[in-house]
């Protein structure tokens, strides 16, 4: 089933989400609702709350990206960064916000502990782009959007781009959740 996604003006997407005490009842299916939306909707990387969910859950599949053809999908429950390691900047962009790019300066690596879809207990190191889209989908899950992290002169100029989500006037090529007015 590909669900709704929430866009820039949606508060859930300004909360902290939930850790997951465990592989709680719906969990399997959200992940696989997760998956097929985030690539009906050609995007690399999908948190929870993007569709409405605030818990502590991602998932990403870079395999469709030149050079990652062999990359794994990932389902990431609970992340935490426990270090990181050199920086790069580069233009990112978000399924939450269609059409708007900007560049973002984030660590190059990372080493990171979290939950697979198991709930099994991991840790890893991963740099490139698994590095650029876990850093980009666990800022989904602690409230913060690639647009809070970039330099604030790039941010004024999609400004515009950014007052439209408030107005409606925003669409994509996929579904995307519209809370009610009496919401804001």
């Known amino acids: 089933m590909i669900l709704p996604i929430n866009i820039y003006s949606d508060d859930i997407l300004r909360k902290k989400a939930k850790p997951l005490k465990g592989i709680e009842s719906g969990i399997d299916e959200l992940i696989a609702y997760m998956f097929e939306t985030m690539r009906n909707a050609s995007g690399i990387g999908l948190a929870a709350p993007q569709v409405g969910h605030s818990v502590r859950l991602l998932v990403l599949d870079i395999s469709g990206l030149t050079n990652y053809s062999d990359a794994t999908p990932m389902v990431v429950i609970n992340p935490h960064i426990l270090a990181v390691r050199g920086y790069n900047d580069m233009e990112e962009g978000c399924l939450s ?88």
């Open 97 to 184: 916000l269609p059409g708007v790019k900007g560049d973002v300066e984030r660590p190059a690596a990372v080493t990171l502990k979290y939950r697979n879809e198991h709930f099994e207990e991991m840790t890893g190191e991963f740099s490139g782009m698994y590095a650029r889209v876990l850093q980009h989908e666990i800022d989904h899950l602690n409230g913060t959007l690639f647009v809070d992290r970039m330099e604030k002169r790039d941010r004024r100029k999609i400004q515009k781009e950014l007052d439209a989500f408030f107005t409606g006037s925003v669409t994509a090529a996929y579904p995307i959740a519209r809370e009610p007015l009496a919401a804001k």
